[in-house]
């Protein structure tokens, strides 16, 4: 079955970086795009970031658009999203999950606090 491991959150001070990686297994990573999502306390989960299957298109929210790059490597069964000038408002734990594939990971918490 599809199993998803992120890894890599932890405590940042706003402006700090942070980059986060998703393990993937149970299914063919290099046939399906990815995403990553994140939930606030409080708050629904959104989508953050998307890529396709060879990485050659991304799209991102507005929200993290020119701060965060989302990219994979096909030979790890691996995507990342490199979290750049974070700010408060992105404090969450952060998933990542296989398009048109269902199951979550456990998600890795990212803290961003002075």
């Known amino acids: 079955q599809v199993q998803l491991v992120e890894s890599g959150g932890g405590l940042v001070q706003p402006g700090g970086s942070l980059r986060l990686s998703c393990a993937a297994s149970g299914f063919i990573f290099s046939s399906y795009s990815m995403n990553w999502y994140r939930q606030a306390p409080g708050k629904e989960r959104e989508w953050v970031a998307s890529?396709?299957?060879?990485?050659?298109?991304?799209n991102y929210a507005d929200s993290v658009k020119g701060r965060f790059t989302i990219s994979r490597d096909n030979a790890k069964n691996t995507v990342y999203l490199q979290m750049n000038s974070l700010k408060i408002d992105d404090t969450a734990m952060y998933y990542c999950?296989?398009?048109?594939?269902?199951?979550w990971g456990k998600g890795t918490l990212v803290t961003v606090s002075s």
């Open positions: 999950k296989a398009m048109m594939l269902a199951g």
């Open positions: 890529i396709t299957t060879t990485g050659a298109r991304t």
